[in-house]
């Protein structure tokens, strides 16, 4: 027999995916709009009860993905005292489960970096590129989530840069990676982008994107001039020889297969961001675009917000009216895509442009409405010890995790009792499918035996699967 509970559930979620269904079809022959979903209220609530704060070693700086709802943390610097991390950190929020597993693999040495970043570019692959340690550097490492193996591309005209080609993206926006059984030898071709950390990365379709960054131009300049790259405007110097960058990089993973990634460059123009690093950035597929907010730049950090078109590979600056957040770097922000809204959280904020060194770490949270382009701060959810700085932000279900991070700038490690993982719910009454789904994951066993989901309406059935995982 059928637990009462879970039949109603069902009759519910059919219900109602069926006349969601019925309403899109009968509207789509009328002239009248089809109505926006109803969405619950948005109700920030910092959850104490996660049970993953207690697994999660102390961890700063560190890259990360999420894919089918895991978290995998690469890099970083794990303390007080351990050094820098070699492990691929695999973390289930929904199983509440941390593990360490051992990379092995001739690139697994490059792994132990910080300020590096990564994209997953398949169910199964992560690309991660540059870092700090001891130096910069612009190494891309191929990690197969299937063997723990991970690799390093050599190169190959690697003082050669090449202008992107913006018309491919036109027929091959949707195209997907795919990685064989057993990887060949890889190389990349073209010049990459400089020695950098603290730098944004993406990737969409087939190709992975990096903006911006901290690090060495050395020798490359002449390269960069003669693609029409204005060194002086695109490089902004610092101190000891660095520089920030607004340069735009696209990875071509077309021919990864066979082994061999294509470099190519974007020139920065009037309307790209200034030169920055340490910013945020969240992909809106639904959009076809990129949105970037923040970092640290010369003179100092910013509160702006940009948004890239995928589809020409244009920047344009947004201009949000009232309130806006404290200028800042190190935040971290996800896209609510479903409410057309970015939530920011914490940072790093410099007391004031006369003395750039005094800074102070933030626990503030935003949210921008991206059709209002109006910002909202949220001060009914304050956490003791939230301050977070060098933290990574991640969505799963209807919560963001937020990883590792300090509450100190002058303290790589300093938690203070902090826990090293938070758990901010974005709604106290769950939607209609989260309930369902919460109730199928509770009647998993059940469900494999009558084989129920299959009768699910398509779309429902899809996101049921993919929240088990396997079924």
């Not at 106290?428 to 035996?449: D, N």
Request: hydrophobic share 40%; glycine share 8%.
């Amino acid at each position: 027999l059928i637990n009462p509970a879970l039949a109603c559930c069902f009759s519910v979620s059919i219900c109602a995916s069926k006349a969601q269904e019925y309403t899109r079809r009968t509207m789509a022959t009328e002239s009248t709009p089809v109505a926006e979903p109803v969405l619950p209220c948005l109700d920030l609530r910092w959850n104490s009860q996660c049970l993953l704060q207690d697994q999660l070693a102390t961890i700063t700086g560190h890259a990360s993905v999420t894919i089918n709802s895991i978290i995998y943390v690469l890099g970083g610097l794990v303390g007080p005292g351990h050094g820098y991390n070699r492990q691929l950190i695999k973390v289930d929020p929904r199983a509440s489960t941390v593990v360490y597993l051992d990379l092995e693999g001739p690139g697994a040495e490059w792994v132990q970096t910080t300020g590096a970043s990564a994209a997953a570019i398949n169910d199964h692959t992560i690309l991660m590129f540059g870092g700090f340690r001891r130096h910069h550097n612009s190494r891309l490492l191929l990690i197969d989530l299937r063997t723990l193996v991970v690799r390093e591309f050599g190169s190959m005209h690697d003082d050669r840069f090449v202008p992107f080609d913006k018309s491919v993206l036109e027929s091959t926006s949707n195209q997907s990676v795919t990685a064989p059984s057993s990887w060949p030898d890889l190389i990349a071709v073209n010049a990459g982008p400089t020695c950098r950390d603290k730098h944004a990365m993406w990737c969409c379709g087939r190709f992975v994107f990096i903006f911006g960054g901290w690090g060495r131009l050395r020798s490359q300049a002449a390269g960069l001039e003669a693609v029409g790259v204005n060194v002086s405007k695109a490089y902004h110097a610092g101190d000891w020889g660095l520089t920030w960058n607004n340069t735009l990089h696209v990875l071509d993973l077309g021919q990864l297969e066979q082994g061999q990634a294509v470099w190519y460059i974007v020139p920065p123009t009037p309307d790209t961001p200034a030169p920055r690093a340490a910013t945020s950035v969240c992909l809106d597929t639904l959009n076809q675009c990129v949105w970037l907010f923040g970092g640290r730049a010369s003179p100092g950090r910013t509160n702006d917000l940009h948004r890239l078109d995928l589809a020409t590979l244009t920047w344009q600056a947004m201009d949000c009216t009232g309130a806006l957040p404290t200028a800042r770097s190190w935040q971290t922000m996800q896209l609510l895509p479903e409410r057309k809204q970015l939530i920011i959280f914490g940072g790093l904020q410099a007391m004031s442009l006369d003395n750039p060194e005094a800074k102070t770490t933030l626990k503030d949270m935003w949210t921008c409405d991206l059709e209002k382009l109006q910002w909202t701060v949220h001060e009914s959810c304050p956490l003791p010890k939230g301050n977070r700085i060098w933290h990574s932000c991640h969505m799963v279900d209807e919560s963001l995790f937020f990883l590792g991070g300090s509450i100190n700038y002058n303290e790589l490690y300093d938690t203070s009792g902090a826990p090293t993982v938070l758990k901010l719910d974005l709604y106290t009454v769950p939607s209609l499918e989260k309930t369902c789904l919460l109730a199928i994951r509770e009647h998993k066993a059940l469900l494999s035996k009558v084989n129920l989901l299959d009768t699910l309406p398509e779309t429902l059935a899809a996101k049921a699967k993919a929240y088990l995982g396997t079924y």
